[in-house]
């Protein structure tokens, strides 16, 4: 199944990590990233929010050039973490009224009965007309070209991200959420000792084998925290880690450096 994703030449070691994940625990997956020509600019910039669009148009071309395919399409700060994500995905997108399969966007977890709304960062898509025509209005809806203040933002549902616009016109697809085995976890405040988040209290799904550090305003601190998830430190094994005699893990090692 083929795999794409969007980075810059900055986001280049986040490119490595997936690449590298993907060869432990996604061999079922070809990798087609796609370099941006723009600058990675912050979240809530407009250096961000062009390569947004940038995103948002090589989604278009992808879904066109892959009529009657199934293709996942992700953030280049997502890792996978364990073995399951292909069989998974494949049992989520099998029927034949399935258009394409999101992630729960953990931010609003709490206040959905069963989450309705959907992360931007990981897409299953069916590529067929119906969804070609999706991905084409979410590209050439009308999107905020300035920085939204907070309230702003808090108070628009198809503002500055492409993920509100995404949400508004969700309902014209059939779409399945993925389990939270599939985890997207927000901003820094929410890390907490052994997995706990701050501000929701909850605690990190059992079982997690696809991994995304979403909404970190910097590239620096999301390469920590996905590093820190390869390494184990929020869950209850290391994924990469060096091994005794017996093959035990005894200490975490650095995954970009192996």
Excluded at 151 to 161: C, P, R, W
Excluded at 198 to 219: C, Q
Aim: with cysteine; charged share 25%.
């Amino acid at each position: 199944m083929k795999f794409y994703t969007v980075y810059t030449p900055e986001l280049i070691d986040h490119l490595r990590l997936l690449e590298r994940s993907m060869y432990d625990f996604g061999k079922e997956f070809t990798l087609h990233p796609i370099v941006s020509p723009l600058p990675t600019g912050f979240i809530r910039t407009i250096q961000h929010q062009n390569n947004i669009d940038f995103k948002l148009d090589q989604i278009v071309k992808t879904v066109a050039s892959n009529l009657g395919e199934t293709i996942v399409w992700a953030d280049v700060d997502i890792v996978f973490v364990g073995y399951g994500v292909y069989d998974t995905i494949q049992s989520y997108i099998a029927d034949a009224d399935t258009d394409m399969c999101c992630v729960i966007d953990e931010a609003n977890i709490d206040e959905l009965n069963g989450g309705s709304r959907a992360n931007g960062g990981f897409f299953v898509i069916k590529c067929t007309e119906k969804t070609l025509l999706f991905w084409r209005k979410v590209r050439d809806f009308p999107k905020k070209r300035t920085t939204p203040s907070k309230k702003e933002h808090s108070e628009s549902n198809h503002g500055f991200y492409e993920q509100d616009v995404i949400n508004t016109l969700l309902p014209e697809l059939n779409v399945k959420f993925l389990p939270e085995s599939f985890w997207c976890c927000h901003r820094r405040n929410e890390w907490g000792n052994k997995g706990v988040f701050a501000r929701t209290g909850r605690y990190w799904p059992e079982k997690i084998i696809l991994f995304h550090a979403t909404s970190y305003i910097d590239s620096a601190g999301k390469l920590y925290k996905i590093q820190r998830a390869l390494m184990g430190d929020f869950g209850p094994n290391p994924i990469w880690c060096i091994l005794d005699e017996e093959g035990n893990p005894i200490a975490p090692c650095d995954p970009l450096a192996t």
